[in-house]
């Protein structure tokens, strides 16, 4: 086990495997954090990974051809209301900002309101073949992420649901779902063939060992949409893109970014292939209940409250201590639950990262003395 390389220490913790150690990987923080870090002294911050020094700094090239809507709007300032902003997003929404970021958006109107709406935007921003999707040195990458490979190989996966919500908004989506069922499925396969149809691309090209996927659609009590419509709409698409990612790509973990409260959809994702759960929000997802109920069918990621963070030393050690247990059983990648929020102190972040690489049996830099 000594001496690990990137790439085998994380297949090894994914698969329950003993490993020289866990691998460090991180979130990221929001940019109101940084800000503040810098106002409490942090210096020569190039990059959140760079400047913590964690596994992932190195990693790539990565084959990531792009599956979601291509181009994307060019955000746009509509109006200056003093301390608030109307903006056009990157997706096509117009919404009400604050200039500090301090709240929430509040939307106005969104890309996709009607049929004739989702026409235009499909032909214009989700077609398979539309350049730059896939990098014009694509072959030249792919020869990079051979059996040689010392770090992981990652692959965007797709959104199903998290897009549509934003594109359409959640209201409108969670309508359409009962009034016009047909269009919401229409809109999922034409994504999933969209898929697809850019993973040949790559296919027989390279070994890929996990993808990412993207799909914020709980909130603290459970899904935005039914377990049942869950299961009809989504995981048979899943299955279809999965088990090309596994047959043509060798891809054998697909990784679930989705916040909130996850547990009534873990089963289902899995059926439809996706395997690793991330990020695990500690106010609302129990990792103790996924580990036992699909015991070394779902690794984790994620899982450590940033709310102990906050909190200071005495509360992330306690924490440190919650999660020994799920850690010391394998398949589970401690680190925050989310971006960093601001609340957090530069010092109680830097004592954070101090406790968890001695947890994971990491040697310590502090990034002030590099």
Known sequence: MAGMTDKERLLGTLRFEKVDRAPDLEFFAWNQTIERWAEEGMEGYTGFDNYLGTDEVGWGPHPMVGVEMHPSFEEEVLEDKGDHLIVRDHEGAVCEKSKTHASIPRYIKFAIETRADWEKFAAERLDPKSPGRVPENIDEICAQCGDGRTTPVLVFGASLYGKLRNWMGVENLSMALYDDFAWIEEMMEHLTRLCLEVYESIAGKCTVDYAIWW????????????????????????RRMTDFLRNELGCHFNMLDCDGNIHELVGLWLEGGINLMFP??????????????????VPLRGGFDKRAQAAGPEAIDAEFERLRP?????GFIPHTDHAVPADVSFENYLYYRRKKCEFIGKEWIDPREK
Do not use: N, W
């Open 215 to 238: 799909e914020d659609m709980c909130y603290r009590s459970g899904p935005l949409i039914s377990p049942e419509m869950f299961a009809r709409l989504m995981v048979p698409r899943y």
């Open 326 to 330: 799920l850690f010391e059983k394998g």
């Open 280 to 297: 695990l929000e500690a106010a609302h997802t129990d990792p103790y209940r996924i580990s036992k109920e699909f015991g070394t069918r």
